[in-house]
T-cell receptor, first 109, second 115 residues
């Protein structure tokens, strides 16, 4: 089963700035989900985007999906200290849901 | 709504010993998952249950790992005997129904250290 590849592996920005992380994959998918994991905690579902959708919003989150480039991006606007966490993309396909290795985001005060 | 409950939160054992983890999913969730998350990596699915039946256990090392969900609610995951490479966080998740487009709700996991 394929695994999404997040980029960058780690990202450090100042509070108030926007954070963008990307997920690339190799074969077709039915949908893609993004999850957040705070240190020592479980994963929290953020947003799902289906293969026939190009963009979705949820609060300060914006997710895009480009199936021609086989990539997705997660934008967090006006970052806060509480956004410090690891972010994972999860690919939904014939093999179920598979997670990438994640992007570790640090928001500097 | 109460979240997914897992226990214990931490466990330290020596190699070749056995260990068991417990999970109580969100009430009414038919699908239950066990994941292994090694430090610095994403979760890897070990086993998926639909009610009390196994849907997918293709990545479960069956010579040492076993899992059950007898009454379609709580589940236990066991490792016997443990190896050093089993050091990881074991996450339980549940979803209302099965499907790769279903949001999964995770517990906070059990952190297992093998000495």
């Amino acid at each position: 089963s394929q695994q999404g590849e997040e980029d960058p592996q780690a990202l450090s920005i100042q509070e108030g700035e926007n954070a963008t992380m990307n997920c690339s994959y190799k074969t077709s998918i039915n949908n893609l989900q993004w999850y957040r994991q705070n240190s020592g905690r479980g994963l929290v579902h953020l947003i799902l985007i289906r293969s026939n959708e190009r963009e979705k919003h949820s609060g300060r989150l914006r997710v895009t999906l480009d199936t021609s480039k086989k990539s997705s991006s997660l934008l967090i606007t006006a970052s806060r200290a509480a956004d410090t966490a690891s972010y994972f993309c999860a690919l939904g396909g014939a093999d179920g849901l598979t997670f990438g290795k994640g992007t570790h985001l640090i928001i500097q005060p | 709504e109460a979240g997914v409950a897992q226990s214990p939160r931490y466990k330290i054992i020596e190699k070749r010993q056995s260990v068991a983890f417990w999970c109580n999913p969100i009430s009414g969730h038919a699908t239950l998952y066990w994941y292994q998350q090694i430090l610095g990596q994403g979760p890897k699915l070990l086993i998926q249950f639909q009610n009390n039946g196994v849907v997918d256990d293709s990545q479960l090392p069956k010579d040492r790992f076993s899992a059950e969900r007898l009454k379609g609610v709580d589940s236990t995951l066991k490792i016997q005997p443990a190896k050093l490479e089993d050091s990881a966080v074991y996450l339980c998740a549940s979803s209302l129904i099965a499907g790769e487009d279903q949001p999964q709700h995770f517990g906070d996991g059990t952190r297992l250290s093998i000495l």
